[in-house]
């Protein structure tokens, strides 16, 4: 619980105060803080690249969004990412459990693992790697960039930093 | 009456609220009828149209309108379950439903064969899901809009067909940033 709070204080202190999330069990600790948190809007969704398209709305009506979601869901979101996030310009942080990095039981997770990062430098989308405890101290100046850029970001928080934060 | 008959039809009711409008055709009618900074055009991401509104509605007190067509709803489908379990008052979806892909040739979509957005929308848990004529849509949306304390799904039975138009010359920096000057977030313009 000790990481997964960090990382929602570091998100709210960064001015991110509207979050989605599509689970995943490295996100539960989070999922389950954001759903007892009156300051902020939090729902879940069914597929990220819906998300995508809550988040623009929200970023137009003058929220600051996030959506917290496997790597997987980079993929399934590509498009909305680039002819809308993109296009227009709206900051929206993706909060990503990095699924299939080392520590990871699930071979299958192995695949998008390998190209993630791929994927996001090809769209030019700023990073931050999250692997240890004191990683996640930038995640506040972090999601300030995102506005101040106008772009999307993304967090990508590794399985062994995750795993254990029970 | 097809979409853009429709289009023109329902502008005074668009006039007063925020309009997310979907990419292609329907974009490009509302933009040659009648060119508004409250109207939000997309230029890409099919399909989300309905989320874009959405997630506007969530977050600021105008009345917010996506209008989507039935091609973009059946390639985003999973929008109904999130509007029928998390679409506040003042939203509303229109989706213009002609049975076909407008803007790329009115290919048949599935709404003109077995597909009932009206039953898909009812059994995702939306409350008031109205399915009516392009003459009826007027009324529809203007109870949806006066109602303070329901979100409407609106299915407009239109007939397919386009007019010959061009590509919104608008870049999107501009569309966005007259669209956040509309509700008061943006000054500097």
Request: net charge neutral; hydrophobic share 40%.
């Amino acid at each position: 619980m000790k990481i997964s709070k960090k990382i929602i204080d570091n998100l709210k202190k960064g001015g991110v105060d509207f979050y989605l999330s599509v689970p995943c069990k490295l996100l539960a600790n989070m999922i389950a803080i954001l759903e007892n948190d009156k300051d902020v809007y939090y729902s879940a969704v069914p597929r990220e690249e819906e998300g995508m398209g809550i988040c623009a709305g929200a970023y137009l009506g003058n929220k600051f969004p996030c959506i917290m979601m496997q790597n997987t869901g980079i993929g399934n979101s590509v498009n909305a990412i680039v002819s809308l996030l993109q296009l227009y310009q709206m900051p929206v942080v993706f909060l990503i459990s990095y699924r299939g990095t080392p520590g990871e039981p699930v071979g299958a997770q192995g695949g998008m693992a390998k190209i993630t990062e791929d994927i996001l430098q090809t769209l030019r989308i700023p990073m931050l790697h999250c692997s240890s405890e004191k990683d996640l101290e930038k995640i506040s100046t972090f999601s300030k960039h995102a506005k101040v850029v106008e772009s999307p970001v993304a967090i990508l928080c590794d399985f062994n930093l995750m795993k254990d934060d029970t | 009456m097809n979409r853009f008959d429709l289009l023109n039809k329902i502008q005074n009711i668009l006039k007063d609220n925020l309009v997310i409008c979907n990419i292609g055709l329907p974009s490009q009618e509302l933009y040659k009828i009648n060119d508004q900074p409250n109207f939000f055009y997309m230029l890409g991401s099919m399909g989300l149209s309905s989320s874009i509104g959405l997630g506007l509605a969530l977050s600021q007190n105008k009345h917010v309108i996506s209008i989507d067509g039935d091609g973009s709803v059946l390639m985003n489908m999973n929008t109904l379950a999130t509007i029928g379990n998390r679409a506040p008052s003042n939203y509303s979806l229109l989706i213009i439903d002609n049975g076909s892909y407008g803007s790329t040739g009115d290919q048949r979509t599935f709404t003109d064969e077995n597909t009932s957005l009206k039953d898909v929308a009812i059994g995702a848990g939306c409350k008031n899901v109205v399915e009516c004529s392009g003459d009826e849509t007027v009324n529809a949306l203007n109870k949806a809009i006066d109602d303070k304390d329901n979100s409407y799904v609106i299915i407009s039975k239109i007939n397919s067909g386009n007019v010959k138009i061009d590509p919104i010359p608008i870049n999107p920096i501009t569309i966005r940033d007259r669209f956040r000057k509309f509700i008061g977030i943006v000054k500097y313009l």
